[in-house]
């Protein structure tokens, strides 16, 4: 009798918890909205300007278009680190100045019914535009959003899989408006400046790792490229300085295994395309040895930043990331859609466009990045581009606004741009 | 007289009726954070589409948790099912050949995990492992056989993602599921192998045979669970039908399932789970919750519906 009463009373405050945490939530997600008007946006503006004391400043003057409110669902890759952080800190800062509320969720990199199910809900939950950044199940997503009435488009994605495989379903589909790549769609450029760096750097037996190629084609497009600019060198240097390059490791989506550096006991650097800040770094720490010096792709901000170039054990000597800014190609066309209008130069064929990578191989790289970047201090003030900004982007509230300025302004967000 | 017959009844059923307590619990607060979104059209369309494949892979499943079991490789199964049914159907142009052939696997698959471990005499847990291994490694192969990180059909299978067949296979499936769980011996014995394995055994049951026919049930559920579960994506990769084997137990436990089977199982448990399983994260957005709290929601949602459906005096979890 006192278990049943024990029960019933656990049962009733943790439904009671449940329910305060829903609620407080629900508070939250719509906390700070503005009444949507032509009114608000001025306010909006105002609002912006006060938060940016830096870089996401408003260089229109103030922002004097009427704004139409909409709300807009994110789909990340995963749910927490930087990226997630300064995504949600960026949407977060322009949200008042082009009166978008974003609401996000988890996506899956593997899994087409967990992404169908999750736009579903967003659609469920009234956004009116989607941004995804997985293409797991986009033929489906593109046939829900339509018939729904819902525009769709991407960000941090190439969006290779529906490009390559399903382009009249997607591209083709007047509900999918695009999408920006991770950086850049062809890794080549980062792979050939690898390869100068480690030439410039005398290292001498390089390991190469990569992602399957049917999961990541780009990735061995890219290692290859390497090898071939380390072979163009190789065929004009003194047989002393020649560069030993291993034939590529696919990691099948899981850590390096232990043995790679027992069967590379030479090795003295390493060039990982495949995340090594998650697959590989540790598994160095492991086996003691980050006397290795590693290049890679992606930024967690922990470990890859107290041991990058002369920081730390220095194992950490070039990545190459991509900047949260970019979301505005993405947000930029499905405002304009949502507000009927399109740029004068759209092109007929919905893009995948490519955005400047942010490339770490200097201390002063990142320095750049950790004391100017909103990716590393999730700080809307040190945005590339501020709301108002955003807003002038758009055809819809600004009609010089073009697409070639869209396109123009997101490959601007380097590093070089930070300095 | 007629008060205590009442109350006798009603004590019977307590158990019944408490069960529902989690999804009416779900529902009532949803439909009040969601400002009555939870309950449009749209919304109870997807909600079905999702809760299909998870319903009648529970309704398969329930067999197996009756007997005290569980089965860990119903994903990598599901996974290479979805592959192979659609890399069969755009070379032959037959969705049939490619539910048959995957349903021909599942059955075969049901045999193994039923009857392997009772000749080998190994928890049927162990064969499932092996199973799940086999299966994986399979899904990882055809995957890097076609060179793509997601294959997609090429045949028009519009009316099985319809919300009509989606329920119409709910209600085959559960019909046929209580018939058999119910009023058959299937039922009767593998409850009764749930509640002591032994004792059924000494009781003349056989249990290999309940233990293999209940397998392949399950089997059958899978291949169908599977056929749906490709209409409604289009598509299958290498990650497809990751996390079902979790999924399922969880929606079994939330629809008020004892873990370790048994008389007092239920084959209601997995409709109403598998609902409450798929209306705790729709309603979750829905309600605006933020992507960082939805894991501890989830958790405090499942305990708390673990409590109320609790039907066992001196304990508080379902065993």
Known sequence: MRNGKFRKTMAILLAAAMAFGGLTACGNSSGGKKPSGGSQAADSTGGAADDSNGGAQDSTGGASAETRHHKIGVGLYTDSGKGVEAVKAYCEGISDAVDCEFVFTTLSTYDEATNLSEIQNLISSGCEGIIMTADMGTTSIVQECQSAGVYLAGFLCDYNQSMNTAFDETFGNEYFLGTVCDGMADVTPYCEAVADEIIAKGYKNIGVVIFPSYAYPNQTAGAEAFKAKIDAYNATADAADQITVADPVELNFAPLEDTYFSEHPDMDCLFSLAAGAGMVYPVMVANGKTDIKLYTTGFEGTDDTDNFGSAGNQCYQGTMFSTPEAIVYPLCLLIDRLNGTVYSDLPKTTERVECSPMMLLSDEDMKAVVDKSIYYTADYSKAFLSGEEVVQLCASYNPDATYAKLVETISHMGVDDLK | ?319
């Open chain 2, 1 to 319: 007289m007629k008060k205590l017959i009442q109350n006798d009844r009603l004590r019977a059923h307590s158990g019944s009726l408490l069960s529902y307590g989690g999804l009416a619990l779900c529902l009532i607060v949803f439909s009040i954070l969601s400002k009555g979104r939870l309950f449009s059209a749209y919304n109870v369309g997807i909600l079905i589409q999702a809760a299909c494949v998870y319903a009648i892979l529970a309704m398969g499943a329930i067999f197996i948790y009756s007997m005290g079991y569980m089965d860990i490789s119903v994903g990598a199964q599901v996974g290479v099912y979805c592959i192979l049914c659609i890399l069969i159907t755009n070379a032959t142009g037959s969705l049939l050949l490619g539910f048959a052939t995957i349903l021909a696997l599942a059955l075969i698959c049901g045999l193994i995990n039923g009857y392997v471990s009772v000749m080998l005499g190994l928890p049927s847990i162990v064969t499932s492992i092996f199973l799940n291994s086999i299966f994986g490694g399979v899904q990882m192969l055809l995957m890097e056989w076609v060179d793509t990180n997601s294959v997609g059909i090429q045949y028009d299978m519009s009316f099985l993602k319809s919300i009509t067949a989606m329920v119409t296979a709910i209600a085959v499936i559960a019909v046929i599921a209580v018939c058999l769980y119910n009023y058959t011996q299937l039922g009767k014995y593998t409850r009764a192998i749930g509640a002591n394995e032994k004792a059924a055994q000494l009781s003349g049951v056989s249990v290999t045979k309940w233990k293999v026919l209940a397998y392949i049930f399950f089997g059958i559920c899978i291949a169908v669970a599977a056929l749906f579960l490709t209409a409604r994506t289009g598509s299958a990769g290498k990650g497809t039908g990751t996390g079902y084997a979790m999924d399922i137990m969880v929606a079994l436990l939330l629809g008020g399932m004892p873990l370790s089977g048994g008389m007092r199982s239920r084959i209601s448990s997995s409709l109403i789970g598998s609902f409450t399983y798929v209306i705790l994260s729709n309603g979750l957005t829905l309600s605006g919750v933020d992507t960082s709290h939805v894991y501890v929601i989830k958790a405090l949602v499942f305990l708390a519906v673990i409590l109320i459906t609790c039907r066992k005096r001196e304990g508080v979890l379902p065993r």
